[in-house]
């Protein structure tokens, strides 16, 4: 069964930083490419950024960039997101995705592998 789970969700500060992890499992995360999204309350999910195969190109929204790094660690068939100076408008539940191409896409009917989210919540 090809799953990823998303972890390291949790309550922070503005200004503050998290890493959340995808973690991969009944597949090899290494021949996927692999987007982060989010969805806030009453919002609808929107892309937060993506990672080819290999790390040879990373993109970001404009809404992150300059502030949320993906990388990803194929030995461990994972993918991460570092996320610093946090704002309130982060706050949502961000999902991890994967899809067996070599290039990023915005278009989420490509990823044919979801997690089932992890709650980043940015506040006083």
């Known amino acids: 069964q090809l799953q990823l789970v998303e972890s390291g969700g949790d309550l922070v500060q503005p200004g503050g930083s998290l890493r959340l992890s995808c973690a991969a499992s009944?597949?090899?995360?290494?021949?996927?490419?692999v987007a982060w999204f989010r969805q806030a309350p009453g919002k609808e999910r929107s892309g937060v950024g993506c990672i080819t195969t290999g790390g040879i190109t990373s993109i970001y929204a404009n809404s992150v960039k300059g502030r949320f790094t993906i990388s990803r660690e194929d030995a461990e068939n994972t993918a991460y997101l570092q996320m610093n100076v946090l704002e309130p408008g982060d706050t949502g539940v961000y999902f991890c995705?994967?899809?067996?191409?070599?290039?990023?896409?915005?278009?989420?009917?490509?990823?044919?592998?979801w997690g089932q989210g992890t709650q980043v919540t940015v506040s006083l």
């Open positions: 995705a994967a899809m067996p191409r070599n290039y990023c896409s915005s278009d989420v009917s490509l990823y044919e592998v």
């Open positions: 009944g597949f090899t995360l290494r021949y996927y490419s």
